[in-house]
């Protein structure tokens, strides 16, 4: 409010300017809309720089006295740009006839014109015109008119800012208007000048009426909200004089004065109960605003406040609050609770928070929201992280997570199953019970994911003898009669026979009544309809050309015949009589993969691991039988312990705390009292007090500009330019720098630019006259839309002044954006990227060629030049090997996903592969794949 107020105008370009003997024929001779329209060509041509010193007293006195509101808005715009003082300096003589007219508008009849002289004078600077207007202003104070009243308390402000010596007792003024006004608009820019002026009075105004803030208009209340802030910032003794206002001010109407009291009471209180009701406070605003945009809002504060150690038990205690947030209907909403909750959950409330998630599994079955599904799976992944946190929930939550394992939706399914399995590893005294609601559930499974894992839980915890025969039995009824491919061939030719008796129409007779009472016999041919065979789930896997099923099934009969070979209650015959059915499984699985009757035949890396299994039951080996029956097992038992360590870090990396590099203990020197040998060692104020903070950034921000200096033109050009590049999230700032290196004056200089890509010029340059050897800085602002490697180039165009109108061009080097300014690392779990990695259809392959010996170092140079983090565990790439792949990750700060996929491998210490890079835009993809090309180029080269 207390900030200058600004015209825009307009004008278009393939005008012709006017001569001023035809303006002044318009102005003294046209009716009021040919005034207008030569009133707007005088005030476009007064901003292109022309001056028309002779129309002054003929727009004085053919348009001064004119009534038209539009002419009366054109002439305060007029009046505004118009120069007021003549070449010695003084103010010129025609504008005592001006200032008479602002006073005449002033007592003008109509509200408007009052109200728009008021804001006009506000950017009037002249005090000799505004001296004599001194009493008309005042005397709007108390103007009938609110829209009146309210601009004359901004025009009393301005004028009090800068010359106070025109209007000395201006804060008691206002302070007497504020007490006798009314209107709540008044009231706030009045409230507004004192804070601005007087702060004091402002203050003293604000006890007067403390009891009655709640009563207030929501303008107003929030002035005073940002007035105790700011007061009692400053004031410490002060805050438990206007503490009790902010906290009457929790209870608005409005949801801006509520959040924003809030907001001041985490700022200004570290008491608990305060925490507490800005907590509650925003709690409620979530819960009655619609807008999802304010919700997200609100639950980001929630977070900031959690990110205080000292407040975590608050909201931990009002935990069971923040889930009733989950009625909103928005999925991010949701996401964003659950996120906050996860940080918030303890070993007090881990019960509450658990029981009220399974109601919400439970009202995702018919929930009418359209993303009922992903909720879901949201919520899978809630009770999963809970369950590993919090191991003795994990007996509540397996039971009614494997209820959701025959779900539609496999993503959520994949979940379920991956949390049972690591389940079955961390609560050994739940296994029989899992192991049995598993059994019941394998029938129902449709997603060849879930079945193999499923398998594999068999194979692994499957351990007493009848435990195992019970395995077989249900592996047995879910591939159905065997051998497969004998019974598929009957089925289908009993199918085909039952086709051709059911294509032979067949003709019914039936005798009906007619309206008119009498009998009538109709006849019609019928045929029944097809019935199609149906077959157990795995046997439909494998049918649909599922293999990998195949091999997970082989490789847990494996472990089950084995370790009940190695049980000593089965007899010997018992043992042979499982092994040779494990066996026919397999080999009839084989058999049909080589058979034609799937979609797709069986492919060699199946065929080998079953026929693998094969060789092991039928010759079992001492080295082979630990493999099957104990080093599969220690491998997942060590990737569990890894996860849980790695949750553990994560969590100690959220509440860890900021390395201080200046302790409370540590000397403090004064600049005053420095020698001049310590003038240069120590840092300014700011820098020390953010290593104080631990808020100091490390990095060399000398360095990282110097990178960013682009030369645009050659020292040999007449014109030398070099850009600064200022990248901020979403635009981009060139600082150009233009030197004139001749003898001459460059008349018209104009840097004009073009891009390429997904940037966009938002204005154009303006020209420039540079003297001999002189130079001028050009910024020029480039917005920035999507994640793609852009190019900005141009060229620099002028006039040599006194030479021929010829125009010089001196053409500049582009300007390359480089992509790594907008993607930083990010993380997500292996589910996740999968997830992505199926769904994204752009694809981008890369191939390696590089000097770089090593695998390991040819992943550091990647992830380096990229910005992206390696989400395979380190656990994973240790060792030596002629072989190494990799899932790579990072974001955009436009929310576009990068992934990529390293597999390489070496040969004769070469280094050869491919990198597969996946998004969802076109961009972001061949952008990654070209930053990393060139840069395996200067590798090359650098070797």
Request: charge should be negative; glycine fraction near 2%.
């Amino acid at each position: 409010m207390s900030e200058h107020c600004y015209t825009l105008i307009n004008a278009p370009e393939d005008q012709e300017p006017p001569t001023e003997a035809q303006l002044r024929k318009d102005l003294s001779e046209g009716k009021v809309d040919t005034k207008i329209a030569a009133m707007k060509k005088i005030i476009t041509q007064l901003f292109a720089g022309e001056r028309y010193p002779n129309l002054l007293m003929c727009i004085i006195q053919y348009v001064m006295p004119q009534d038209d509101k539009m002419l009366k808005k054109l002439l305060l715009i007029y009046w505004e740009i118009v120069p007021k003082h003549g070449t010695d300096g003084k103010l010129l003589h025609e504008m005592i006839l001006v200032c008479d007219a602002y006073r005449k508008d002033l007592q003008h009849p109509n509200e408007f014109v009052r109200g728009c002289t008021l804001r006009f004078l506000c950017k009037l600077s002249e005090p000799e015109l505004l001296e004599p207007l001194m009493p008309s202003i005042q005397a709007t104070l108390s103007d009938k008119h609110q829209y009146v009243r309210r601009n004359a308390v901004l025009c009393v402000l301005t004028i009090f800012k800068h010359h106070d010596h025109l209007i000395p007792d201006a804060p008691e003024l206002i302070y007497n208007f504020l007490e006798q006004e009314r209107d709540a608009s008044c009231k706030r820019n009045a409230f507004m000048m004192l804070i601005a002026v007087d702060q004091e009075r402002a203050l003293d105004y604000l006890s007067t009426c403390m009891d009655q803030v709640q009563t207030f208009n929501n303008i107003l209340q929030l002035v005073i909200v940002e007035l105790i802030h700011k007061v009692c910032r400053t004031d410490v003794n002060k805050r438990a004089r206007f503490i009790l206002c902010i906290y009457a001010l929790l209870d608005a109407e409005s949801s801006a004065v509520r959040y924003d009291a809030a907001t001041t009471l985490v700022t200004l209180s570290s008491a608990s109960s305060a925490i507490e009701a800005a907590a509650k406070c925003y709690i409620d605003l979530i819960m009655k605003e619609s807008d999802n945009s304010v919700k997200l809002i609100v639950l980001d504060r929630l977070a900031d406040i959690k990110r205080n150690p000292n407040y975590l038990r608050i909201l931990q205690n009002m935990v069971m609050d923040i889930l009733q947030v989950l009625a909103a209907p928005d999925l991010e909403v949701k996401k964003k609770t659950l996120e906050l909750v996860l940080d918030l959950v303890s070993a007090r409330n881990i019960g509450e928070v658990v029981m009220f998630l399974k109601k919400e599994m439970a009202k995702t079955n018919n929930a009418q929201f359209e993303k009922s599904a992903e909720y879901r799976q949201i919520l899978i992944r809630t009770l999963h992280t809970c369950g590993v946190r919090f191991p003795e929930t994990a007996k509540i939550i397996v039971p009614q997570l494997m209820e959701f394992l025959s779900d539609s939706t496999a993503s959520s399914s994949i979940d379920v199953i991956l949390f049972v399995r690591e389940a079955f590893e961390r609560l050994p005294e739940m296994r029989d019970d899992m192991l049995s609601k598993l059994f019941d559930n394998f029938s129902t499974l449709t997603s060849s994911e879930v079945a193999r894992a499923a398998l594999w839980i068999f194979g692994e915890y499957a351990t007493q003898a009848d435990v195992i025969t019970e395995t077989i039995d249900h592996v047995k009824k879910s591939l159905g009669e065997l051998p497969l491919v004998d019974t598929e061939l009957r089925a289908i030719a009993q199918l085909e026979e039952a086709a051709e008796e059911d294509d032979t129409p067949k003709i019914v007779t039936k005798t009906r009544i007619t309206a008119d009472g009498t009998y009538a016999t109709e006849s019609a041919y019928t045929s029944t309809k097809k019935v199609e065979h149906v077959r157990p789930n795995v046997r439909q896997m494998l049918l649909d050309g599922n293999f990998f099923v195949a091999t997970a099934l082989a490789s847990s009969l494996t472990k089950l015949s084995l370790k009940y070979s190695s049980l000593e209650g089965p007899t010997q015959a018992e043992k042979n009589r499982l092994n040779a059915q494990c066996m026919l499984f397999m080999s009839s699985i084989v058999n049909l993969g080589k058979s034609g009757l799937p979609t797709t035949p069986m492919d060699l890396d199946s065929n080998d691991r079953i026929m693998a299994c094969l060789r092991v039951l039928s010759d079992p080996t001492p080295e082979l039988q630990k493999i099957f029956q104990s080093s599969c097992h220690e491998a997942f038992a060590r990737m569990i312990k890894l996860t849980a360590d790695e949750s553990a870090k994560k969590i100690e990396t959220k509440g860890g705390k900021k390395e201080v590099e200046v302790h409370a203990d540590d000397l403090i020197s004064f600049r005053a009292l420095r020698n001049s040998e310590e003038a240069d060692v120590s840092d300014d104020h700011e820098t020390m007090l953010s290593k104080a903070t631990g808020s100091s950034d490390t990095k060399s921000a000398d360095q990282s500009k110097l990178n960013r200096v682009f030369q645009l033109s050659g020292f040999s050009d007449p014109v030398y330019a070099e850009a600064y590049v200022h990248v901020h999230q979403y635009d981009i700032l060139l600082d150009v720098i233009i030197v004139n290196q001749t003898p001459d004056t460059l008349q018209n200089l104009t840097l004009e630019l073009a891009t390429l890509g997904d940037l966009k010029l938002t204005e154009k340059t303006s020209s420039h006259t540079l003297a001999p050897h002189d130079f001028a800085n050009i910024k020029a602002n480039v917005k920035v839309s999507s994640t793609e490697t852009g190019i900005i180039f141009g060229n620099i165009v002028y006039e040599v002044a006194g030479a021929s109108l010829d125009r010089n061009c001196v053409v500049l080097n582009d300007i390359h954006i480089d992509i790594m300014d907008y993607i930083s690392p990010a993380s997500c779990t292996e589910t996740q990227f999968r997830d992505m990695w199926s769904e994204f259809e752009w694809e981008n392959k890369v191939a390696v060629r590089t000097t770089i010996e090593s695998l390991r170092g040819y992943l550091d140079h990647l992830l380096k030049t990229t910005n992206m983090r390696c989400l395979t565990p380190e656990t994973a790439l240790e060792g030596e090997c002629d072989f190494l792949a990799a899932n790579l990750y990072a974001r955009s700060v436009f929310g576009e996903d990068a992934l990529a996929n390293l597999s390489i491998d070496r040969t004769n210490d070469v280094v050869s592969g491919h990198i597969r890079i996946r998004s969802k835009t076109q961009g972001i993809a061949l952008s990654l794949g070209d930053k990393i090309t060139l840069n395996q180029k200067d590798a090359y080269k650098s070797a």
